[in-house]
């Protein structure tokens, strides 16, 4: 995985790296190449991760790594504190965001299972699973997806907003489920009811569970925390992190993280806002993911869970929103909805509540990607982005031509 120069992300060049942290930046020069990209290469952990059990032998270079780490310049923070922020949302364009690091272990680990086919599930704009319809045609795989949706829509075409364009675009399988069916018989017996059908059919299908957490797909984030080590390592700016913020929606972000920084160099603390579900849900899941892993730590120990569902999953109150829209007028950077957006507005409401919790502190935010699921939102956000008018041009003005006619 480390063939792909991990450059100084946080400074803008080269040439102002730390001289003792040149000899690292050659040796992964060398390895590095421009045909990395899709490629199986075999697996080598970092040093302060090599106990784990089980170890992945191989891992597919999916993502456009490493993302970049800058200063996030929102307003309204409490004195000395600092907020920089990890943009996984830049880690590809029809792959972008957190579940592609999962998906390089786990799809590595289908195709040497020698699968022809993938199963995942998730709701309708599933930022997991159609980062997992693109990554499985690019490596020849089909993709099946069951997406929970209202039982008044299950019987109709699902449309082709957001992230269903990509996954329908891909030629995707795609199975509807009404809530109600979904928590009735839940997603492991879904995914395995339609794994059935396949391997009766004569397919060798793999299953990808909600999010691709599980204690494999934690591997993405564990390799995460190394990235970072090495981007503050090979940066001038001699930050060093005190809390780690990040949205929660199926909970394997927030194991591999709260574990690599745990054992890791950053020792940060890592704060999870969830978006579904309840903090005790969350913690007995990632317990169950690191224990998957042998680590041996208790969750309530490295990673601090509090509730950001508001309404509900992938639901916004016009607060929310028009957080979203200040937040991307005020510093450039465009938050999904349903996660990075729920847990920055958590987390600002958070500061402006208990402002002595978050003072002084350094803090490294991860944008998880999931621009699309904006698109299902556009009806909500039209109140909130009215900035527009004809121009205003008199007809005497006498012509000038640029490049091109355009007509």
């Known amino acids: 995985m480390y063939g792909r120069l991990v450059m100084c992300s946080i400074c803008p060049s080269i040439s102002i790296l730390h001289t003792r942290k040149l000899s690292t930046l050659v040796e992964l020069l060398m390895a590095s190449s421009s045909f990395d990209f899709l490629s199986l290469k075999p697996y080598t952990p970092p040093s302060w991760a090599s106990h784990l059990d089980p170890i992945p032998s191989h891992v597919f270079s999916l993502a456009h790594l490493p993302t970049p780490i800058h200063r996030w310049n929102l307003p309204n923070l409490p004195p000395n504190t600092e907020v920089w922020l990890k943009r996984d949302d830049l880690s590809g364009m029809q792959l972008s965001g957190n579940k592609v690091r999962k998906l390089e272990f786990l799809l590595a680990d289908a195709i040497a299972e020698g699968a022809d086919s993938v199963i995942t599930i998730g709701g309708i704009q599933s930022n997991h699973c159609r980062a997992t319809a693109v990554a499985a045609k690019y490596l020849n795989l ?228 999931g621009l699309l699921g904006l698109y299902d939102k556009v009806d909500q956000l039209a109140s909130f982005v009215g900035n527009w008018q004809r121009m205003d041009v008199n007809e005497s003005v006498p012509r000038q031509d640029g490049i091109g006619k355009m007509f």
């Open 142 to 369: 089909d993709p099946f997806l069951i997406l929970r949706t209202s039982k008044l829509l299950v019987d109709q075409d699902p449309s082709l907003t957001g992230n269903l364009l990509v996954e329908r675009l891909v030629g995707a399988n795609l199975q509807l489920i009404s809530k109600e069916e979904y928590a009735q018989i839940g997603s492991v017996t879904l995914a395995n009811l339609l794994k059935q059908k396949l391997i009766n059919q004569g397919r060798n299908p793999y299953v990808i569970p909600v999010g691709g957490s599980n204690s494999l797909g934690t591997w993405g984030y564990i390799e995460a925390v190394r990235e970072i080590e090495m981007q503050i390592q090979s940066g001038t700016s001699n930050v060093k992190f005190d809390d780690i913020v990040v949205a929660c929606g199926s909970g394997g972000t927030i194991a591999g993280l709260s574990l690599g920084s745990s054992l890791s160099t950053l020792k940060a603390r890592v704060h999870a806002f969830s978006v579904c579900d309840d903090p005790d849900y969350f913690h007995d899941f990632v317990q169950g993911l690191i224990d998957g892993l042998k680590a041996g730590v208790n969750s309530r120990d490295i990673v601090h869970i509090q509730n950001a569902k508001g309404l509900g999953y992938a639901m916004n109150t016009s607060e929310e929103l028009s957080f979203v829209k200040e937040v991307a007028e005020a510093t450039g950077v465009v938050l999904d909805p349903v996660y990075s957006g729920k847990a920055a507005y958590a987390m600002l409401k958070d500061m402006n509540e208990n402002p002595k919790k978050w003072e002084g502190r350094k803090i490294l935010f991860i944008h998880t990607g």
